[in-house]
């Protein structure tokens, strides 16, 4: 059965970085597009990245491009997402999965991420 799991969040200072990862269980990342979503207390969740399944190609949300960089190990079957210049607005649970701009899995539990002085 397909699973993804995501970790690598925490508590984290304005501008520091944090690299989520989300591994994959019961099928491979390299052949499916990958996304990663946050939703923040009291907001819908929204679409942060997404990396597509063949040649590279990468999509960002305008609040994160530049800061936030989606990539893929397909060694590991992890996708990662590599956070710096951390903002307070980017506190959020942050979840993976599969699909380029629609979710097509059901949400895991997802990694808190807290940025706060």
């Known amino acids: 059965q397909a699973q993804l799991v995501e970790s690598g969040g925490g508590l984290v200072q304005p501008g520091g970085s944090l690299r989520l990862s989300c591994a994959a269980s019961g099928f491979t990342v390299s052949s499916s597009a990958m996304s990663w979503y946050r939703q923040a207390p009291g907001k819908e969740r929204e679409l942060v990245a997404a990396i597509n399944s063949g040649p590279v190609l990468t999509n960002y949300a305008d609040s994160v491009k530049g800061r936030f960089t989606i990539f893929r190990d397909n060694a590991r079957n992890t996708v990662y997402l590599q956070m710096r210049s951390l903002k307070p607005d980017d506190t959020a649970v942050y979840y993976c999965?599969?699909?380029?701009?629609?979710?097509?899995?059901?949400w895991g539990r997802g990694t808190q991420v807290t940025v706060s002085s």
């Open positions: 999965n599969t699909g380029w701009s629609q979710a097509s899995r059901p």
